[in-house]
């Protein structure tokens, strides 16, 4: 099978308070999610802007047998600085950008890739959200909505087309349940994760909460769409119902969650 990835690659700046240090790693929703499909024997392409900071991250992309089909930009690229207090909390900003995908762009890629699955996964704006009707909700199997919830301002749960994704990923970062539950009304199923706290799935009108599984993380960059790359096959590609989709996900999770760690730490760029 192949899976298509619309984001764009980053450099994450990780900073650990306590420890007064941080690294500098390659990083993106396609990185983590990719790898995932990998494992699952997923031929995997990805389109999405890159700019002259990101190179590595691309190059580390191809290591894991990620091919990028698109798009360099002459800017610096998505650069994303997330810092972990003493208290586990996550805070993200993003330090640059890269300008957004075009609809041909994103059109090029589909007709180059030919996906039976396609992962929509923004950063920030990238992703323009007419390019969803470029893609047609057929082929769109998850929106991952941080990057519009980062880029659009209060409402921008309102803005998604609704229907435009079978299963529509969002985190406690990106905003309250209620808004997730919102979402579930004009989706077919929504995942809304709140990292150490578990996970509360939609489907059908049912909210079923999920407890966590595994040891808390220190740095739980990428578990969100390693995840959901995970759950999005085994709720589409197996048609499996989405519980149990996330329960068949959870073995597999936590061992490319490690996987992921342990390659990114040789791919260490910098530490400070």
Same mark, same amino acid.
């Given at each position: 099978m192949r899976a298509l990835i619309v984001s764009a690659p980053t450099l994450d700046e990780i900073e650990f308070e306590v420890e007064r240090r941080t690294v500098k790693l390659p990083g993106g929703p396609a990185l983590? #999610?990719?790898?995932?499909?990998?494992?699952?024997?997923?031929? +995997? /392409? /990805? &389109?999405?802007?890159?700019?002259? !900071? &990101? @190179? *590595? %991250?691309?190059?580390?992309?191809q290591s894991l047998g990620i091919t990028r089909v698109c798009c360099e930009r002459p800017d610096e690229?998505?650069?994303?600085?997330?810092?972990?207090?003493?208290?586990?909390?996550?805070?993200?900003?993003?330090?640059?950008r890269a %300008?957004?995908?075009?609809?041909?762009?994103?059109? =090029?890629?589909?007709?180059? /890739?030919?996906?039976?699955?396609?992962? &929509? =996964?923004p950063n920030f704006d990238e992703v323009p959200l007419e390019a969803l009707s470029v893609i047609g909700s057929p082929l769109i199997?998850?929106? $991952? +909505?941080?990057?519009?919830?980062? %880029?659009?301002?209060?409402?921008?749960? *309102?803005?998604?087309?609704?229907?435009? #994704?079978?299963? +529509?990923?969002? %985190?406690?970062?990106?905003?309250?349940?209620?808004?997730?539950?919102?979402?579930?009304? #004009?989706?077919?199923?929504?995942?809304?994760?709140?990292?150490?706290?578990?996970?509360?799935?939609?489907?059908?009108? +049912?909210?079923?909460?999920?407890? #966590? !599984?595994?040891? !808390?993380? @220190? $740095?739980r960059t990428g578990a969100g769409d390693i995840i959901t790359a995970l759950v999005s096959h085994y709720y589409i590609a197996e048609g499996l119902a989405l519980e149990e989709a996330y329960e068949a996900s959870q073995e597999l999770f936590m061992k490319i969650v490690e996987e992921a760690a342990t390659l990114r730490s040789r791919a260490f760029l910098s530490q400070g």
């Open positions: 983590f #999610a990719g790898l995932a499909l990998r494992r699952l024997g997923y031929e +995997v /392409c /990805c &389109v999405g802007p890159f700019g002259l !900071r &990101v @190179k *590595d %991250s691309i190059f580390f992309e690229g998505y650069v994303m600085h997330h810092t972990y207090t003493a208290s586990g909390e996550r805070r993200t900003k993003v330090a640059s %300008s957004p995908l075009s609809a041909e762009e994103v059109r =090029s890629a589909v007709l180059r /890739c030919r996906p039976d699955l396609v992962l &929509v =996964s199997t998850v929106l $991952d +909505v941080q990057g519009y919830a980062r %880029s659009l301002g209060e409402g921008w749960w *309102d803005r998604i087309p609704p229907g435009s #994704a079978r299963l +529509v990923h969002m %985190s406690d970062d990106d905003g309250p349940l209620p808004v997730a539950r919102r979402l579930s009304q #004009a989706f077919e199923a929504v995942m809304y994760t709140v990292g150490p706290g578990g996970t509360v799935l939609f489907s059908g009108g +049912v909210a079923t909460a999920m407890p #966590a !599984r595994g040891p !808390r993380l @220190k $740095d």
